[in-house]
């Protein structure tokens, strides 16, 4: 079985350096192939995008600058709610065993 991979928002991120993290956000800006997201909790999260759908879920490493590697992102469409989507991260942590 697969390890789970953690649900988390930009305040979350340097706690998890180094692993593997889900993170929902919209893109606002992009630079070369850096992406700017803001994420569910309204912080801004740098990330390696490969493509960049208004809103998606980016499963990738924290590196030690807190940038995000991505190996896959999923396009969440045009509109998304992000409060909801951060409840959801805030959640997981509380209750780890419901979100494996």
Known sequence: MEKPTPRVN????PSHVGQTVRLVGKVISFTGDIGVL???DKGQVKENLRW???Y????????????????TSTDFGQS???????KVAV????????FQ
């Open 10 to 13: 930009s305040a979350q991120l």
């Open 38 to 40: 803001e994420s569910s």
């Open 52 to 54: 960049g759908a208004p």
């Open 56 to 71: 998606v879920e980016v499963i990738g490493r924290v590196g030690p600058d807190l940038v995000i590697e991505e190996f």
């Open 80 to 86: 998304l709610d992000l409060d909801l989507a951060d």
């Open 91 to 98: 959640l997981s942590h509380t209750f780890p065993d419901i």
